[in-house]
Nanobody, 124 residues
């Protein structure tokens, strides 16, 4: 079992930056592929970024590529999402997730554990 707790969300203006954090506890964190998803009101939950267990490989959705950076610190059981040049379209609840898969996956169905989410609101 893995417990995930997100933090770092908030209300910001367009162009601002935020860093989301996800603290993991439970089973060996470094064994998991980690992902960040988001869900805007009335929309499906979608992948934002994912990172391999070693941190050596990453994936980004096209909508955030070049603006967001995912990273992890296995020694601290933490995964981060640095969000730069935020846009109103980035407004959503952001979720951290962990997957048993051995390589990066981007489907919700491939993730086994989820956090409760943190709100990000970007005003224009």
């Amino acid at each position: 079992q893995v417990q995930l707790v997100e933090s770092g969300g908030g209300l910001v203006q367009a162009g601002d930056s935020l860093r989301l954090s996800c603290a993991a506890s439970g089973r060996t964190f470094s064994n998991y592929v980690m992902g960040w998803f988001r869900q805007a009101p009335g929309k499906e939950r979608e992948i934002v970024a994912a990172i391999s267990w070693s941190g050596g490989r990453t994936y980004y959705a096209d909508s955030v590529k070049g603006r967001f950076i995912i990273s992890r610190d296995n020694a601290k059981n933490m995964v981060y999402l640095r969000m730069n040049s935020l846009e109103p379209e980035d407004t959503a609840d952001y979720y951290c997730a962990a997957s048993w898969k051995t390589s990066i996956v981007i489907s919700r169905a491939d993730y086994n554990y989820w956090g409760q989410g943190t709100q990000v609101r970007v005003s224009s």
